[in-house]
């Protein structure tokens, strides 16, 4: 099926976009910035904002901004290397983005985040609210990831998901990932037009990492699997392409690969527990659980079989069934050690359990989002 009336609907009436830049796209051959791409990119974002879209931008490249003044030829292993090249290469990329939205009459405002600040509540609220006030005072907000203190416990792993999770937090219509390729391709190495199901649409990923950056096609399915799932539309497309962004918003067909949004739409609460927090912990529960949790109850203990992990009262858990299917995440009433007191009991043992009163559900269903594959 075609994706036009989604371009035509969706894309053309978007309020509020949020668009990744690779490193790939923002450097030439020679390893450098390309500045006059830079500026050919801030020209077509102009027109957006023009048109009255909030737009946010995730751009990458401080690290292979940094090899280039550096005179690096690839990007350093060691992660205090790493951290040390970004906090150069970053100040050279915000100047360059400075001077090209300038042109315009716009300014840029810097963000660096790490994972963690996503994984709270309030911090994840205040990333929407910070990005807002910026958007509000006539600037662009430019995300990237804070290499110069991440290291692998509070990284992305790659801008893809800095962008999904940025797009969930703000609710934006619209994921727009730029790489080098023309989107998504099958076996034969063709464009697909349109994704409706991403599960299928994994065994197509014929697309390697580059020497400069860190994603690839796994991580952009998996960043466009986390805006759909929350229903919005996310899009891969060529950042080369001429007029790429005002080709696309204007509802050009054949521009990229388009991902169909689940026909749900989660509000903010939703996407932080079922999307954007990473699970403190695991439960597995048996069948019967597992029925009533999609059929929209609660959990009870009575259905739990096992759990990994040590998580307190309050921290979001992920729930599995017998055959290790995710089925929902959510916020739990009790920690790991009295969870695994009461598990397979009934509610009406858990004060005699505990020595205290004690909440019938494990997770109550207001605090609980099911997986959109069930």
Known sequence: MPSTPIRQSVLVNAKRVVVKMGTQILTGSDGQLDTAFIRQMAGQMAKLVERGIELTVVSSGAIGAGCAELGLKKRPRDVADQQAVAAVGQRRLMTHLHDAFGQHNLKVAQVLLTRTDFDDRTRFLNIRNCIGRIQAFGCIPILNENDTVAVDEIRFGDNDMLAALTCNALRADVMVLL????????????????????????????????????????????????????????????????????????????????????????????????????????????????????????????????????????????????????????????????????????????????????????????????????
């Open 179 to 374: 790489s080098v390729i023309d989107g998504l391709l099958d076996d034969k190495g063709q464009r697909i037009d349109r994704v409706d199901d991403l599960a299928q649409a994994v065994g197509f990923d014929r697309q390697d990492k580059s020497k400069l950056g860190t994603g690839g096609m796994t991580t952009k399915l998996e960043a466009a699997r986390l805006v759909t799932e929350a229903g919005e539309v996310a899009v891969i497309a060529n950042g080369r392409m001429p007029n790429v962004l005002t080709r696309l918003f204007s509802g050009e067909a054949g521009v990229g690969t388009l991902f169909v949004p689940a026909m749900r739409k989660l509000d903010s609460r939703q996407r932080w527990i079922g999307l954007t927090a990473r699970p403190a912990g695991t439960i597995t529960i048996d069948d019967g659980a597992a029925a009533a949790v999609i059929k929209g109850k609660s959990l009870l203990a009575s259905g739990i079989t096992e759990l990994t992990g040590r998580f307190d009262r309050g921290e979001i858990v992920l729930l599995r069934d017998q055959r290790g299917r995710e089925i929902a995440r959510g916020l739990i009433n009790y920690g790991s050690e009295e969870t695994r007191m009461i598990m397979g009991k009934k509610s009406t043992q858990f004060e005699k359990i505990l020595g205290r009163q004690a909440f019938a559900e494990v997770i109550h269903r207001d605090n609980m989002v099911k997986t959109a594959a069930v």
